[in-house]
């Protein structure tokens, strides 16, 4: 359990080694959304981080989320990060605001019908393999451009986005490749599209390769260990 605002001091020096890195490269922390991964945080680290100013948190596990979130009132966004079982959509569409772990046109249609069941628009994005690594969720990349173009076409979702993880490595290369992969498959996205302004998102880049993230054009980080402390590990 973090100290009485820990929490709040560690998003302050977070944001302000943020805002250098995204000065680095000419570019301004304003341009820049921090999703604060809360998964296996208690409620009362989430609200800590929401008075310093976090507005968007992340999980990974639908209960999880339901366990801390259902029932009370709050002042920031909730994004599912995390693979999302179709027996689980139902649940998913009551509780976030977006969900960027799509990551097949399957679940896309699933989340588009339960959507206008619950008769509301939801924010989706894509997840994207683009380490090509097995265990990993996501479409390959080459899937990307026109699965963008076939869930354009859906009714009840709005495709924001594009989102990966990078490869876990020390290797900065495989990192910067990774993440230029994505940026590229969004400006085709972009490009083939240009009438979808609500594409915008490029969700990419973590704790350890954040900085490397938004020198490759990241507009979305998702930040856990360095705003809450190391990982609460859940028996």
Known sequence: ??????????????????????????????????????KTRPLEDVLEAATAGMKHFGEN?????????????????????????SNKVRD???????IQSVDSLRLA??????????????????????SGEPQKYGFAPQEVVAAAGNIFELT????????TVGPLTE????IRDS???????????????????????LSMGMSDDYEIAVEEGATMIRVGRALFGPRITQG
Not at 111 to 121: M, P, S, Y
Not at 171 to 174: G, H, Y
Not at 179 to 201: I, P, T, Y
């Open 1 to 38: 359990m973090n100290g009485e605002g820990a929490v709040i001091r560690n998003c302050r020096e977070f944001l302000e080694k943020l805002g250098e890195a995204a000065k680095r490269c000419g570019r301004s922390i304003e341009d820049i959304t921090v999703v604060a991964v809360s």
């Open 61 to 85: 596990r639908v209960q999880e989320a339901e366990r801390k979130y259902v029932g009370i009132s709050r002042n920031f966004r909730l994004h599912m990060i995390g693979h999302l079982q």
């Open 92 to 98: 998913a569409v009551a509780l976030f605001d977006v």
């Open 109 to 130: 249609e699933i989340l588009d019908r339960e959507f206008d069941q619950a008769e509301k628009t939801g924010e989706i994005m894509l997840e994207v393999n683009t």
């Open 156 to 163: 009840n979702v709005r495709l924001t986005g594009l989102m």
């Open 171 to 174: 290797d900065e290369a495989a």
């Open 179 to 201: 993440f230029g992969e994505l940026r590229q498959l969004f400006d085709k996205v972009k490009a083939e599209h240009a009438g979808r302004e609500e594409f915008g998102s």
